[in-house]
């Protein structure tokens, strides 16, 4: 029985050909995705813009109704609420958006807990209120700020890896890579005013690593032809490599795209913005790693002579007793 092979072993696709014209494209995109975020800001969700959290107990219930309370809650006009379970199973944390003019107030922030509250308790009997609380943007700004650190700690993990696995000019690679990924992923949400809140930050993440996961397997195969091809133009090298994992490449992309397809047309409303920005990021992702991170290895000098270890003293000496010199 024969394999079905999306893409055959022998491609012979000049994919730098067009290095340079692509990575204008790319560069000005990225450039472009900055500007959206400056000028029309992202849409921050409560994690990030602040809001009133409702903390309740449904006593009559083994678990939180947490699909049908989110349709209920959506129908009062606060945005999508965010919705999760604290402590036991039948307890929710439920968190709103604040109208901006009443986000100093506090007395009718408090009010607009209650009125969530009292929908809630029309619908269900024996609902204890564990709470009523503003979230300040004070707190929602250090949200903000502790996710900024988390993903550029982990670009620069990343990068500092690949450098002591491969060479600097490959961590300076992804690490563009990366960037790149990143900076086209918050652009298309400021563009198109997608909810931006913790789950984004956690499918950014997820685009870093499947986007790291393709480099390295790029990258790892151009090192093995580093070592094998000492003689061919790198950019010739850097065409076989990406060729010789390309069927890899698109099979794991199109594994992946057939379990986000289904989440993004008839997923829940409050997995959209989570499930949007890694299928985008699954078709940025496997761009970068063929079109920014192999590209700028021959402008960072890779040659060659990159993974032939040095000569030392002891080895011409060997040499010399051997008589090979």
Do not use: C
Not at 71 to 95: D, H
Not at 196 to 212: K, V
């Amino acid at each position: 029985m024969r394999l079905l092979k999306l893409v055959p072993e022998d491609t012979n696709i000049k994919f730098l050909r067009w290095r340079v014209p692509f990575y204008v494209v790319s560069v000005l995109l990225m450039i472009a995705s900055w500007g959206l975020v400056y000028t029309q800001g992202l849409n921050y969700g409560v994690d990030f813009a602040g809001g009133q959290e409702v903390r309740l107990t449904f006593e009559d219930l083994e678990e939180a109704p947490i699909a049908s309370l989110r349709e209920q809650i959506s129908g009062l006009g606060y945005g999508e609420p965010v919705i999760q379970r604290f402590g036991e199973e039948n307890q929710v944390s439920i968190r709103v958006r604040l109208p901006e003019e009443v986000e100093e107030q506090a007395g009718a922030a408090t009010a607009i807990g209650d009125q969530v509250i009292a929908s809630i308790e029309s619908q269900y009997e024996n609902v204890r209120r564990d709470g009523n609380d503003t979230v300040s943007g004070k707190v929602a700004g250090e949200f903000r700020e502790k996710a900024v650190y988390a993903l550029l700690a982990a670009m620069l993990a990343i990068a500092l890896y690949i450098w002591i696995r491969f060479e600097w000019q490959f961590g300076v690679g992804a690490l563009f890579a990366l960037a790149h990924d990143v900076s086209l992923t918050l652009g298309f949400f400021a563009l198109f005013q997608l909810e931006f809140s913790l789950q984004i930050i956690a499918a950014i993440l997820a685009i870093i690593g499947y986007s790291l996961n393709d480099t390295i397997v790029v990258y790892d195969r151009i090192r093995e032809n580093l070592k094998k091809y000492r003689k061919m133009p790198l950019p010739e090298l850097l065409d076989l490599s990406v060729n010789e994992t390309l069927a890899r490449t698109v099979m794991t992309s199109l594994t992946l795209l057939v379990a986000l397809l289904p989440l993004l047309f008839y997923g829940p409303d409050s997995l959209f913005g989570l499930v949007a920005a890694i299928t985008l990021g699954l078709f940025i992702g496997t761009y970068s790693s063929v079109y920014m991170a192999a590209p700028i290895l021959i402008w960072l000098g890779v040659d060659s002579n990159s993974f032939v270890p040095e000569e030392t003293v002891a080895d011409r000496q060997e040499k010399l007793a051997r008589g090979e010199m």
